[in-house]
């Protein structure tokens, strides 16, 4: 069964460093989404692509935050520079249409 | 935007017993209507959904209704297992921007 893959899994860093994640959507899937997910909470939407194409950012704080599908296949999601509030699992979904999002394992980060 | 809220935060019920998930949304755009499953340290699972043009959908142990006119939806699970043990997300999403919004999550213990 095909999967949404993502890493790193777990990723700890000092607070004002750069950090990246990556994420493989299921091959076909044209829309790819990021979310964060604070502990005890749901996700929230960061970003949205459809295709190489930002369709929603409106939640992304783009002042530290930056994301980008360059061929529409796979994505990486920036940070820089880290905050402690940072701290969240970080949540990679794709979708064929408007519905059924699939979600990765998730990167879970630590800022200290 | 949309707002979704969900009820109880945790519930605990004893295996084979049913559990009832609640949750109500505010915009009436919406017309998809998710339910994720979260094991610890997992992303969110997709278990089931439901379409504004349906009123129930059921799947084994686990069905959906939703009541459009009062904006609620609610996830049954019959006959519950331990296996059933984890956090559940409801969602919804509008033809307007795909996106999920999502609950706050309901934490189901299953005891034997």
């Known amino acids: 069964e095909a999967e949404v893959a993502q890493s790193p899994r777990y990723k700890i860093t000092e607070k004002s460093q750069a950090v990246a994640f990556w994420c493989d959507p299921i091959?076909?899937?044209?829309?790819l989404y990021w979310y964060r997910q604070i502990l005890g909470q749901g996700p929230e939407l960061l970003v949205q692509?459809?295709?190489?194409?930002?369709?929603?950012d409106s939640q992304l704080p783009k002042d530290r935050f930056s994301a980008e599908r360059l061929k529409g296949v796979d994505s990486t999601l920036k940070i820089q520079p880290a905050e402690l509030g940072d701290s969240a699992m970080y949540l990679c979904?794709?979708?064929?249409?408007?519905?059924?999002?699939?979600f990765g394992p998730g990167t879970r980060l630590t800022v200290t | 935007g949309e707002n979704v809220e969900q009820h109880p935060s945790t519930l605990s019920v004893q295996e084979g017993d049913s559990a009832v998930i609640k949750c109500t949304y505010s915009d009436s755009a919406s017309n998809y209507f998710p339910w994720y499953k979260q094991e610890l340290g997992k992303g969110p699972q997709l278990i089931i959904d439901?379409?504004?043009?349906?009123g129930e959908k059921k799947d084994q142990r686990i069905a959906v209704t939703l009541n459009k006119t009062a904006k609620h939806f609610s996830l049954h699970i019959t006959e519950t297992q331990p296996e059933d043990s984890a956090v559940y997300f409801c969602?919804?999403?509008?033809?307007?921007?795909?996106?999920?919004?999502f609950g706050k999550g309901t934490s189901l213990l299953v005891t034997p």
């Open positions: 439901i379409r504004s043009n349906v």
């Open positions: 969602a919804a999403s509008s033809d307007s921007g795909y996106a999920l919004n």
């Open positions: 979904a794709s979708s064929v249409t408007a519905y059924e999002q699939y």
């Open positions: 091959s076909g899937h044209a829309t």
């Open positions: 692509f459809q295709d190489e194409s930002v369709v929603d």
